[in-house]
Structure formats: C-alpha cells, structure tokens
C-alpha cells in the first residue's frame, strides 16, 4: 500500500508561483509512475504532468499543453517525494490538485490509470 500526502497549495495572485509537494510511503517509490492531476469545481479531473524515472536520472515528463512552459514536474527519490513548480499562474489554474501514483506501465493522462491518490491540495489563483 502506498500513501500519498500533497502539501504546498494556497492562494496566490496572478502571475504568482507555487510549489507542490507530494511524499509517498512505500520503499518502491522510485519504480513508480507519478503523475498530477487537477480538478475544478464542476469540472471533471484533469492530467497536469506525469514523470517516470529510470536509471537515477528523470526518464520521462509529460504536461497539458495547458500549462506546458509554466508547470515543471520533479521527484526525488530520495526522498520519496514528487514536485510541481508552478509559475505564472492564471486564475484557470485554480483546482484542487492531487498527485496519483502507478505501480506498473509507464505515466498517462488517464485517472483511471493510477492506483494511489492523495487528497489533493488546493490552489487559488486570484484575478
């Protein structure tokens, strides 16, 4: 079982930045796929960014074209921790943002796909 603790949200103007944490239980964080993903309210839940690693190094990285340029993913195994630096913020970024893990395959924009989750921290982007 892995457990999944997103920490880092908060309100912040527009063009402002933040940084998500997600710290994950489980001695085998590394071989997992993690991933980011966003929910709105009244809105359904969507992929933000996705890492893989392989060989000590990030072996894969994904984004949304929604905030590809802005958002950059990271994870330090070490630590068992994944990042989402977020910079100039829009207040359409506004949502609840959860990290998600997979055991096996390779990161998807899918939900369904993932078999942790944490409980998600919230973003609000002021106008």
């Known amino acids: 079982q892995v457990q999944l603790v997103e920490s880092g949200g908060g309100l912040v103007p527009t063009g402002g930045s933040l940084r998500l944490s997600c710290a994950a239980s489980?001695?085998?964080?590394?071989?997992?796929?993690m991933g980011w993903f966003r929910q709105a309210p009244g809105k359904e839940r969507e992929f933000v960014a996705a890492?893989?690693?392989?060989?000590?190094?990030?072996?894969?990285?994904d984004y949304a074209d929604s905030v590809k340029g802005r958002f950059t993913v990271s994870r330090d195994n070490a630590k068992n921790t994944v990042y989402l630096q977020m910079i100039s913020l829009k207040p359409e970024d506004t949502a609840v943002y959860f990290c998600?893990?997979?055991?096996?395959?390779?990161?998807?924009?899918?939900?369904?796909?993932?078999?942790?989750w944490g409980q998600g921290t919230q973003v609000t982007v002021s106008s």
């Open positions: 489980g001695r085998t964080f590394s071989s997992y796929s």
């Open positions: 998600a893990a997979r055991r096996q395959g390779r990161p998807t924009m899918t939900p369904d796909d993932y078999d942790y």
């Open positions: 890492t893989s690693w392989f060989a000590g190094s990030t072996y894969y990285a």
